[in-house]
């Protein structure tokens, strides 16, 4: 339940992240129980029988992911901590939150539970960090390593840290030189990924976007994520039924892809320019399957386009109709 849960807050982020959750065994209860007999003399003293773990590619996206969970209506956060490795330790890094889970959770609780609440403590890790942690136990599982020892654990450590370093201010260089295709591709798998849960190949959205790029004009490439996140924010409950409700039952692949939202975008906004430039580089049954899943669009009072339903909000400024 609670991994389900973790999995729509980091669609909602639009991070590309993992998810990783499992109540904790009865190996591992007793286990605790013995390491620490003067704080777990009993099952009532487990606040915390279940474990989750939210991986991010970037050390910049687990103060979002965390936030979203301070933020969720149904958790109550009972301790945040973040866990910083100090120089002369070889543990691991991760920031921690013990959570209290709502009843809204739906979650039915044994009878010898009594008063007590459900709690999951989620950790928020890095790749890199959790790649640490996920073998730190292995070597250095001796409290008295010998110098030799501890300093080749040390460049472990230190290896991951730096990966996360670099990572990170290559992601910054990158981002610097994106073109406009570059930031639309971008953008339109974050988006797909926000709505879908779903990772594809750049690659592939590359060549695809860059085929689609001439349906908009310069003013348009430059001004693109504007563009793209009011339109997800005005069609986004109709987009959520489209992409999600068993999309390959309608037996139209473009629906599973992220350039989709690119083409329901021009389709609504621009459907003359799109249509014009898809006569040349896709099959036009391809368009028309797309336009009839999508559903019509009409003009609104003020010009706008506005779709029969779906729609969070009507008289957009920027969805000026296009005659077909």
Not at 75 to 92: F, G
Not at 106 to 117: Q, S
Not at 207 to 228: C, F, K, N
Request: glycine content about 4%; some cysteine; aromatic content about 8%.
């Amino acid at each position: 339940m609670i991994a389900d849960e973790l999995r729509k807050i980091v669609q909602h982020t639009k991070i590309p992240a993992k998810v990783e959750a499992r109540a904790k065994t009865t190996g591992s209860v007793i286990g605790k129980a013995h390491r620490k007999p003067e704080v777990y003399s009993s099952l009532a003293a487990f606040d915390d029988l279940a474990g989750a773990r939210v991986l991010v590619p970037f050390e910049a996206d687990v103060v979002p992911v965390a936030q979203e969970l301070r933020d969720h209506p149904y958790v109550v956060v009972i301790r945040d901590e973040i866990k910083v490795r100090k120089p002369d330790e070889l543990s691991y890094q991760a920031r921690h939150l013990d959570l209290e889970l709502a009843p809204a959770f739906g979650l039915t609780l044994p009878e010898d539970f009594g008063n007590r609440t459900i709690r999951c403590e989620v950790q928020i890790q890095t790749f890199a960090q959790s790649l640490w942690a996920s073998i730190s136990h292995l070597v250095s599982y001796k409290r008295d390593l010998p110098d030799d020892v501890r300093s080749r654990i040390n460049r472990l450590v230190v290896l991951c840290e730096m990966f996360d370093d670099e990572a990170a201010e290559s992601r910054r260089l990158a981002f610097k030189s994106l073109d406009a295709l570059g930031l639309i591709v971008e953008e339109v798998q974050r988006y797909f990924f926000g709505i879908t849960g779903t990772v594809h190949d750049p690659e592939q959205a590359f060549a695809i976007v860059a085929r689609l790029l001439p349906a908009l004009d310069e003013t348009e490439q430059a001004m693109y994520p504007s563009l793209l996140e009011t339109f997800v924010d005005d069609y986004g409950d109709r987009l959520t039924m489209l992409l999600t409700d068993r999309p390959e039952a309608r037996e139209l692949p473009w629906l599973l892809r992220p350039e989709v939202i690119l083409i329901l975008e021009r389709l609504t906004r621009k459907r003359s320019r799109l249509a014009h430039l898809w006569a040349r580089e896709f099959p036009q049954a391809d368009l028309d399957a797309i336009e009839a899943a999508w559903g019509p669009i009409h003009s609104g009072p003020g010009g706008e386009a506005v779709p029969d339903a779906g729609r969070k909000a009507e008289g957009s400024a920027d969805e000026t109709a296009d005659p077909a």
